[in-house]
Protein backbone atom coordinates (compact mmCIF):
# COMPACT_ATOMS: atom_id res chain seq x y z
CA UNK A 1 0.00 0.00 0.00
CA UNK A 2 2.74 2.26 1.25
CA UNK A 3 4.79 2.00 -2.57
CA UNK A 4 1.84 2.08 -4.53
CA UNK A 5 0.92 5.42 -2.44
CA UNK A 6 4.44 6.78 -3.14
CA UNK A 7 4.11 5.78 -6.83
CA UNK A 8 1.19 7.69 -7.06
CA UNK A 9 2.13 10.49 -5.73
CA UNK A 10 5.39 10.88 -7.76
CA UNK A 11 3.17 10.24 -10.98
CA UNK A 12 1.45 12.76 -9.70
CA UNK A 13 3.32 15.46 -9.32
CA UNK A 14 5.48 14.49 -12.49
CA UNK A 15 1.89 15.24 -14.28
CA UNK A 16 0.44 18.06 -12.56
CA UNK A 17 3.82 19.88 -12.82
CA UNK A 18 4.26 19.27 -16.43
CA UNK A 19 2.80 22.17 -18.07
CA UNK A 20 4.58 24.70 -15.85
CA UNK A 21 8.07 22.86 -16.57
CA UNK A 22 7.07 22.37 -20.63
CA UNK A 23 6.14 26.32 -20.29
CA UNK A 24 9.34 27.54 -19.05
CA UNK A 25 11.09 24.92 -20.79
CA UNK A 26 9.24 26.63 -23.98
CA UNK A 27 10.68 30.18 -22.96
CA UNK A 28 14.40 28.82 -22.49
CA UNK A 29 14.06 27.13 -26.08
CA UNK A 30 12.25 30.09 -27.83
CA UNK A 31 14.58 32.79 -26.24
CA UNK A 32 17.89 31.27 -27.85
CA UNK A 33 16.22 30.38 -31.44
CA UNK A 34 13.24 32.23 -32.35
CA UNK A 35 14.37 35.88 -33.44
CA UNK A 36 12.15 37.83 -31.62
CA UNK A 37 12.81 41.11 -31.10
CA UNK A 38 14.32 42.11 -27.34
CA UNK A 39 13.61 45.56 -27.20
CA UNK A 40 10.08 47.05 -27.58
CA UNK A 41 9.36 50.58 -27.93
CA UNK A 42 12.40 52.70 -28.18
CA UNK A 43 14.53 50.42 -26.95
CA UNK A 44 16.95 49.57 -29.29
CA UNK A 45 18.49 51.97 -32.58
CA UNK A 46 20.69 51.64 -35.04
CA UNK A 47 22.06 54.21 -37.86
CA UNK A 48 22.79 51.95 -41.39
CA UNK A 49 24.63 54.01 -44.12
CA UNK A 50 22.59 56.84 -43.06
CA UNK A 51 19.12 55.27 -42.14
CA UNK A 52 18.28 55.60 -38.80
CA UNK A 53 16.26 52.82 -37.43
CA UNK A 54 14.73 53.00 -34.10
CA UNK A 55 13.08 51.11 -31.92
CA UNK A 56 10.40 48.15 -32.22
CA UNK A 57 6.70 48.21 -32.01
CA UNK A 58 4.39 45.26 -31.02
CA UNK A 59 0.95 45.00 -30.54
CA UNK A 60 -0.41 41.88 -29.71
CA UNK A 61 -3.42 39.68 -27.99
CA UNK A 62 -3.17 36.02 -27.78
CA UNK A 63 -0.48 35.97 -31.05
CA UNK A 64 2.00 38.75 -31.07
CA UNK A 65 3.01 40.85 -34.14
CA UNK A 66 6.34 42.76 -33.87
CA UNK A 67 7.67 45.15 -36.13
CA UNK A 68 11.29 46.60 -36.53
CA UNK A 69 11.87 49.17 -36.85
CA UNK A 70 9.06 51.69 -35.29
CA UNK A 71 10.10 54.71 -36.45
CA UNK A 72 12.54 55.52 -39.69
CA UNK A 73 14.74 58.59 -40.52
CA UNK A 74 16.21 58.76 -43.82
CA UNK A 75 18.42 61.95 -44.64
CA UNK A 76 17.63 61.49 -48.59
CA UNK A 77 14.77 61.36 -50.27
CA UNK A 78 14.43 57.77 -53.00
CA UNK A 79 16.37 55.35 -49.74
CA UNK A 80 15.92 51.94 -49.60
CA UNK A 81 14.78 50.67 -46.47
CA UNK A 82 13.81 47.37 -45.12
CA UNK A 83 11.01 46.51 -41.66
CA UNK A 84 11.39 43.27 -40.05
CA UNK A 85 7.90 41.43 -39.35
CA UNK A 86 7.88 38.34 -36.63
CA UNK A 87 4.87 37.15 -35.46
CA UNK A 88 5.66 35.00 -32.42
CA UNK A 89 2.06 32.45 -32.08
CA UNK A 90 0.74 31.47 -29.43
CA UNK A 91 -0.25 28.06 -30.53
CA UNK A 92 2.26 25.65 -32.86
CA UNK A 93 1.72 26.08 -36.53
CA UNK A 94 0.12 24.59 -38.71
CA UNK A 95 -2.73 25.24 -36.30
CA UNK A 96 -6.47 24.83 -37.01
CA UNK A 97 -7.44 28.06 -38.83
CA UNK A 98 -3.91 28.18 -41.21
CA UNK A 99 -4.98 30.63 -43.68
CA UNK A 100 -3.52 33.61 -41.34
CA UNK A 101 -1.37 36.42 -43.31
CA UNK A 102 0.79 39.71 -42.69
CA UNK A 103 -0.57 42.00 -45.02
CA UNK A 104 0.78 46.10 -45.00
CA UNK A 105 -0.25 48.91 -46.31
CA UNK A 106 1.71 51.86 -47.14
CA UNK A 107 0.65 55.68 -47.10
CA UNK A 108 2.49 59.26 -47.39
CA UNK A 109 5.83 59.35 -48.75
CA UNK A 110 6.56 55.43 -48.12
CA UNK A 111 6.41 52.83 -50.91
CA UNK A 112 6.26 49.03 -50.97
CA UNK A 113 8.95 47.72 -53.46
CA UNK A 114 9.53 44.17 -52.23
CA UNK A 115 8.05 41.96 -50.08
CA UNK A 116 9.80 38.35 -48.88
CA UNK A 117 7.40 35.48 -48.36
CA UNK A 118 6.30 34.65 -44.83
CA UNK A 119 8.33 31.74 -43.43
CA UNK A 120 8.29 30.13 -40.41
CA UNK A 121 11.83 30.37 -38.20
CA UNK A 122 9.89 27.80 -36.23
CA UNK A 123 6.81 26.23 -35.12
CA UNK A 124 5.81 29.29 -32.88
CA UNK A 125 7.49 31.84 -34.90
CA UNK A 126 6.89 33.71 -38.65
CA UNK A 127 8.90 36.06 -40.49
CA UNK A 128 8.02 38.65 -43.27
CA UNK A 129 10.38 41.37 -44.64
CA UNK A 130 9.51 44.42 -46.49
CA UNK A 131 11.56 46.89 -48.40
CA UNK A 132 10.13 49.95 -48.75
CA UNK A 133 11.53 53.15 -50.96
CA UNK A 134 11.23 56.04 -49.10
CA UNK A 135 10.46 59.76 -50.87
CA UNK A 136 8.61 61.67 -47.82
CA UNK A 137 7.36 61.07 -44.46
CA UNK A 138 4.89 58.12 -44.71
CA UNK A 139 3.56 55.22 -42.59
CA UNK A 140 3.57 51.51 -43.36
CA UNK A 141 0.62 49.73 -41.22
CA UNK A 142 1.61 46.07 -40.64
CA UNK A 143 -1.27 43.75 -40.23
CA UNK A 144 -1.48 40.21 -38.97
CA UNK A 145 -5.15 38.51 -39.45
CA UNK A 146 -5.39 35.28 -37.33
CA UNK A 147 -7.08 32.85 -39.20
CA UNK A 148 -10.34 33.01 -40.13
CA UNK A 149 -12.51 31.34 -37.55
CA UNK A 150 -9.76 31.79 -35.22
CA UNK A 151 -11.31 32.18 -31.34
CA UNK A 152 -8.55 33.86 -30.02
CA UNK A 153 -8.44 36.96 -32.17
CA UNK A 154 -9.35 38.83 -35.27
CA UNK A 155 -6.20 40.99 -36.41
CA UNK A 156 -3.30 42.66 -34.74
CA UNK A 157 -1.78 46.10 -36.21
CA UNK A 158 1.50 48.73 -36.02
CA UNK A 159 2.01 51.72 -37.79
CA UNK A 160 5.74 52.28 -38.71
CA UNK A 161 6.15 55.90 -38.45
CA UNK A 162 8.69 57.63 -41.64
CA UNK A 163 10.63 60.15 -41.50
CA UNK A 164 12.73 62.21 -44.52
CA UNK A 165 15.06 63.88 -42.36
CA UNK A 166 17.31 63.04 -38.93
CA UNK A 167 16.20 62.15 -35.96
CA UNK A 168 15.65 65.03 -33.29
CA UNK A 169 12.88 66.38 -31.15
CA UNK A 170 12.63 70.38 -31.87
CA UNK A 171 11.40 72.18 -28.43
CA UNK A 172 9.51 74.99 -28.59
CA UNK A 173 10.49 76.71 -25.35
CA UNK A 174 9.46 74.58 -22.26
CA UNK A 175 6.00 73.77 -23.39
CA UNK A 176 6.49 69.96 -23.66
CA UNK A 177 5.69 69.66 -26.77
CA UNK A 178 7.82 68.15 -29.19
CA UNK A 179 7.62 66.94 -32.94
CA UNK A 180 10.11 64.91 -34.88
CA UNK A 181 12.47 66.94 -36.43
CA UNK A 182 12.72 67.27 -40.37
CA UNK A 183 15.68 68.90 -40.30
CA UNK A 184 17.21 69.91 -43.91
CA UNK A 185 19.48 68.72 -46.31
CA UNK A 186 21.87 71.11 -45.41
CA UNK A 187 22.18 69.66 -41.80
CA UNK A 188 25.04 67.63 -41.31
CA UNK A 189 23.72 64.03 -41.49
CA UNK A 190 23.46 62.74 -38.09
CA UNK A 191 23.43 66.08 -36.17
CA UNK A 192 20.36 66.75 -34.11
CA UNK A 193 20.16 70.10 -31.93
CA UNK A 194 17.79 69.80 -28.69
CA UNK A 195 16.99 72.85 -26.82
CA UNK A 196 14.96 72.39 -23.60
CA UNK A 197 15.34 72.22 -19.58
CA UNK A 198 18.29 69.78 -17.43
CA UNK A 199 15.83 67.24 -16.26
CA UNK A 200 18.77 65.25 -15.25
CA UNK A 201 22.39 65.05 -14.71
CA UNK A 202 24.18 62.00 -14.11
CA UNK A 203 28.13 62.04 -13.77
CA UNK A 204 28.44 58.41 -12.66
CA UNK A 205 26.13 57.79 -15.98
CA UNK A 206 28.60 60.41 -18.22
CA UNK A 207 24.79 62.02 -19.50
CA UNK A 208 21.99 64.39 -19.03
CA UNK A 209 18.48 64.43 -19.35
CA UNK A 210 16.85 66.83 -21.32
CA UNK A 211 12.75 66.75 -22.42
CA UNK A 212 13.50 63.04 -21.84
CA UNK A 213 16.25 62.47 -24.15
CA UNK A 214 19.76 61.19 -23.08
CA UNK A 215 22.59 62.69 -24.16
CA UNK A 216 25.50 61.38 -23.40
CA UNK A 217 28.99 63.47 -22.53
CA UNK A 218 32.23 62.25 -23.31
CA UNK A 219 35.89 63.07 -24.08
CA UNK A 220 37.71 66.58 -23.82
CA UNK A 221 35.93 69.86 -23.82
CA UNK A 222 36.77 73.31 -24.66
CA UNK A 223 35.29 76.68 -22.67
CA UNK A 224 36.26 79.53 -24.25
CA UNK A 225 40.17 79.09 -23.48
CA UNK A 226 39.72 76.81 -21.00
CA UNK A 227 40.15 72.83 -21.53
CA UNK A 228 37.77 70.74 -19.66
CA UNK A 229 37.13 66.94 -19.39
CA UNK A 230 33.57 65.88 -19.22
CA UNK A 231 33.32 65.60 -15.52
CA UNK A 232 34.16 70.00 -15.42
CA UNK A 233 31.30 70.07 -18.21
CA UNK A 234 28.71 67.74 -16.44
CA UNK A 235 29.83 69.56 -13.06
CA UNK A 236 28.96 72.69 -14.29
CA UNK A 237 25.58 71.80 -15.08
CA UNK A 238 22.20 72.50 -12.58
CA UNK A 239 19.09 70.53 -13.01
CA UNK A 240 16.59 73.00 -14.10
CA UNK A 241 18.85 74.89 -16.37
CA UNK A 242 18.07 75.91 -19.60
CA UNK A 243 20.25 74.13 -22.36
CA UNK A 244 20.92 74.05 -26.10
CA UNK A 245 22.96 70.57 -26.77
CA UNK A 246 23.95 70.21 -30.28
CA UNK A 247 24.84 66.40 -30.68
CA UNK A 248 25.35 63.03 -33.05
CA UNK A 249 24.56 59.94 -32.69
CA UNK A 250 27.13 57.09 -32.55
CA UNK A 251 26.44 53.50 -32.10
CA UNK A 252 22.61 54.68 -31.70
CA UNK A 253 23.28 57.26 -28.52
CA UNK A 254 23.19 60.32 -28.70
CA UNK A 255 26.89 62.02 -27.76
CA UNK A 256 26.82 65.73 -27.21
CA UNK A 257 29.27 67.73 -29.37
CA UNK A 258 28.32 71.05 -28.42
CA UNK A 259 26.61 72.66 -25.11
CA UNK A 260 24.92 75.97 -24.62
CA UNK A 261 23.83 77.08 -21.08
CA UNK A 262 23.78 80.08 -19.67
CA UNK A 263 25.80 82.23 -22.19
CA UNK A 264 28.81 80.01 -22.01
CA UNK A 265 29.39 77.56 -25.21
CA UNK A 266 30.95 74.07 -24.49
CA UNK A 267 32.73 72.47 -27.36
CA UNK A 268 34.20 68.88 -27.77
CA UNK A 269 37.55 68.15 -28.82
CA UNK B 1 -8.55 6.92 9.50
CA UNK B 2 -5.57 9.08 8.29
CA UNK B 3 -6.26 6.80 4.81
CA UNK B 4 -10.05 7.58 4.08
CA UNK B 5 -9.32 10.98 4.58
CA UNK B 6 -6.60 11.03 1.87
CA UNK B 7 -8.82 9.11 -0.16
CA UNK B 8 -11.62 11.22 -0.04
CA UNK B 9 -9.62 14.49 -0.52
CA UNK B 10 -8.34 12.79 -3.61
CA UNK B 11 -11.97 12.19 -4.60
CA UNK B 12 -12.86 15.76 -3.99
CA UNK B 13 -10.34 17.12 -5.68
CA UNK B 14 -10.80 14.70 -8.47
CA UNK B 15 -13.90 15.72 -8.57
CA UNK B 16 -13.82 19.32 -9.48
CA UNK B 17 -10.66 18.98 -11.94
CA UNK B 18 -13.18 16.66 -13.72
CA UNK B 19 -15.38 18.99 -13.88
CA UNK B 20 -13.21 22.04 -14.59
CA UNK B 21 -11.73 20.15 -17.00
CA UNK B 22 -15.00 18.89 -18.87
CA UNK B 23 -16.39 22.76 -18.97
CA UNK B 24 -12.86 24.19 -20.31
CA UNK B 25 -13.01 21.12 -22.92
CA UNK B 26 -17.07 22.10 -24.09
CA UNK B 27 -15.56 26.04 -24.49
CA UNK B 28 -12.99 24.77 -26.34
CA UNK B 29 -14.54 22.85 -28.47
CA UNK B 30 -17.51 25.53 -29.25
CA UNK B 31 -15.38 28.63 -29.30
CA UNK B 32 -15.24 28.87 -32.90
CA UNK B 33 -18.74 28.29 -33.32
CA UNK B 34 -19.64 31.22 -30.67
CA UNK B 35 -17.13 33.21 -32.53
CA UNK B 36 -18.49 33.07 -36.15
CA UNK B 37 -22.03 34.14 -34.13
CA UNK B 38 -20.16 37.57 -32.77
CA UNK B 39 -19.40 36.79 -29.37
CA UNK B 40 -15.88 35.93 -28.11
CA UNK B 41 -15.18 33.92 -24.86
CA UNK B 42 -11.56 34.32 -23.19
CA UNK B 43 -9.73 31.92 -24.88
CA UNK B 44 -6.31 32.21 -23.01
CA UNK B 45 -7.88 31.94 -19.74
CA UNK B 46 -9.81 28.79 -21.05
CA UNK B 47 -6.93 27.28 -22.72
CA UNK B 48 -4.42 28.18 -19.28
CA UNK B 49 -7.36 26.52 -17.54
CA UNK B 50 -7.83 23.37 -19.42
CA UNK B 51 -4.60 22.60 -19.73
CA UNK B 52 -3.41 22.77 -16.11
CA UNK B 53 -6.55 21.55 -14.42
CA UNK B 54 -6.31 18.51 -16.60
CA UNK B 55 -2.91 17.42 -16.41
CA UNK B 56 -3.67 17.59 -12.08
CA UNK B 57 -6.68 15.57 -12.64
CA UNK B 58 -4.51 13.14 -14.82
CA UNK B 59 -1.98 13.18 -12.08
CA UNK B 60 -4.32 12.84 -9.29
CA UNK B 61 -5.85 10.02 -10.57
CA UNK B 62 -2.63 7.92 -10.55
CA UNK B 63 -2.93 8.66 -6.75
CA UNK B 64 -6.85 7.28 -6.80
CA UNK B 65 -5.57 4.32 -8.33
CA UNK B 66 -2.47 3.58 -5.72
CA UNK B 67 -5.45 4.52 -3.00
CA UNK B 68 -8.05 2.08 -4.64
CA UNK B 69 -5.98 -0.57 -5.98
CA UNK B 70 -7.23 -3.40 -4.51
CA UNK B 71 -10.69 -3.03 -5.73
CA UNK B 72 -9.21 -2.55 -9.16
CA UNK B 73 -7.36 -5.57 -8.79
CA UNK B 74 -10.58 -7.26 -8.00
CA UNK B 75 -12.55 -5.84 -10.91
CA UNK B 76 -10.26 -6.89 -13.44
CA UNK B 77 -10.03 -10.25 -12.14
CA UNK B 78 -14.04 -10.39 -12.07
CA UNK B 79 -13.93 -9.39 -16.19
CA UNK B 80 -10.99 -11.89 -16.27
CA UNK B 81 -13.27 -15.28 -14.80
CA UNK B 82 -15.70 -14.33 -17.51
Same mark, same amino acid.
Given at each position: ????????????????????????????????????????????????????????????????????????????????????????????????????????????????????????????????????????????????????????????????????????????????????????????????????????????????????????????????????????????????????????????????????????????? | ???????????? $?? @? !??????????? %???? #???? /?????????????????? $?? @? !??????????? %???? #???? /????????
Amino acid at each position: MQRRLIAGLVLFVVFASMPALVSVTEKYVSTGTASVPASVSNGGSEVQEGVYYKGTASAGGSDVLYVTPAEIYVSKAGTVVTVNVTVKFRHAQPCMYPDWKISAEASGGVKIIGETKTTLKDPYTAFKQYTLNVTGNGTLKVIYTYGSGCPYGSSESVTVHVYLGIPGYVQEGDNGTSIPSTATQSQEQNVTRITGTLEEVSVGGHYVKISGRTVYVRGRWTAGNSSLTWRDVLESLRVGEKVSVTATYEDGNLMATEIEVNGTIYRRG | MKEITLRMTVSL $VL @F !VTWLATGITGV %LLLV #APLV /YRMGASLPMSWVTNVHIY $VG @F !VFFGLSFLHLA %LNWP #AMKG /YIRRIGRT
